[in-house]
């Protein structure tokens, strides 16, 4: 029973952690929409997972008639390669992410890891080769140490300071107490927990991501504004997460991406622009133009 119930919570958490990555506010609004849940083919098998090549092969998938999605995206993300998406809001971003994700099946065209089909493989075996980090990652009502853990359960004590650590979270982790006084890695987050701003929410994901060392790793950096020097901490953190992995990166703040090995522009779905910061400066474009409206490097203008 105690089994039972234990697999119960993961279960909803891995549920939360999803639906909560995909619930987004925008224009004050909350667009979240739990998509119908995909089941595993019968057949399906584990993805393997050794380079961590990830191929969009023009896919093609909408909401309903004529209303948002992305449109012929044709994409190698070579093993190792940093990648930058950027566009305007209601581009296309994150539906590129969560077709990758799984969390929809592609209308046209298909996604691979390493040569195989995300829809043939088991959801399981997808959700552990990717880690995920987001300012608007849910948490769920378990201590700060099994938020952590929840990428690995198995992890030591040493694993998850040191991954906490690396993560820029110790810190704050041991000045927290949640209301019924349990307190750093034993007090309660989620939404009877510690509440945590936007950016000790990225970090714990992050610290999530790091003891979880998938392969592949997935930012959707938040429009919202840190304090500079959270700013600083946490890009290092970012970096050092990405270190030999194959990253695919949501940037509002372009100078969060300037340096990654190529930057995508999407435009109404499609891939408007590809190149390096360089390139895309070169080629007066859309790049160009949000990189221009910046003042400093934030992106206001380039997210509306
Ligand atoms: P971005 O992340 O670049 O802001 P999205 O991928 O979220 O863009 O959205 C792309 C387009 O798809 C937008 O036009 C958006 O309104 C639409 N869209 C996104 N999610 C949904 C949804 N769950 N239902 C209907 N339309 C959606
Ligand atoms: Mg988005």
């Known amino acids: 029973a105690i089994r ?27 667009t979240l929409t739990p998509p119908h849940t995909l089941v595993d083919a019968p057949d399906a098998t584990e993805l393997k997972v050794d380079k961590g090549e990830i191929v969009f092969e023009d896919v093609t998938f909408g909401y309903g008639r004529d209303v948002g999605g992305v449109e012929g995206i044709r994409l190698t ?49 997808l959700r552990a080769a990717i880690g995920m980090v987001t300012q608007e990652t849910a948490m769920f009502n378990r201590t700060a140490r099994d938020n952590i853990v929840y990428g690995r359960p198995e992890a030591t004590e040493d694993e998850l300071i040191s991954a906490a650590e690396k993560a820029e979270a110790h810190e704050f982790i041991l000045d927290m107490e949640d209301h019924k006084g349990r307190q750093g890695y034993e007090a309660h987050l989620g939404e009877r927990g510690v ?34 020097e959270v700013e600083a901490a946490i890009q ?61 490097g934030f992106a206001r203008e380039a997210a509306e």
Do not use: N
């Not at 992050?206 to 959707?220: E, F, G, N, Y």
């Open 195 to 228: 509440k945590l701003s936007g950016g000790q929410r990225q970090r714990i994901a992050l610290a999530r991501a790091m003891i979880k060392d998938a392969p592949i790793l997935v930012l959707d950096e938040a429009t919202s504004a840190l304090d500079s």
């Open 4 to 30: 039972l119930a234990q697999m119960t919570g993961w279960i909803s958490f891995t549920l939360l952690a999803i639906y909560g990555h995909i619930g987004e506010v925008e224009d004050g609004m909350h």
């Open 77 to 125: 993300v070579k093993p190792g390669e940093k990648l930058g998406i950027v566009g305007a809001s209601g581009a296309g971003k994150s539906t590129l992410l969560s077709l990758l994700l799984r969390l929809y099946d592609p209308e046209k065209g298909r996604v691979t890891i390493d040569g195989q089909d995300i829809s043939k493989v088991t959801q399981e075996s």
């Open 236 to 296: 290092e953190a970012l970096e050092r997460a990405m270190e030999g992995k194959t990253v695919i990166a949501i940037a509002h703040r372009l100078s969060t991406i300037s340096d990654m090995d190529r930057i995508i522009v999407l435009d109404h779905g499609r891939i408007a622009e590809e190149g390096t910061h360089d390139e895309l400066i070169a080629r007066a474009g859309l790049y160009a133009r949000f990189w221009d409206r910046q003042s400093g």
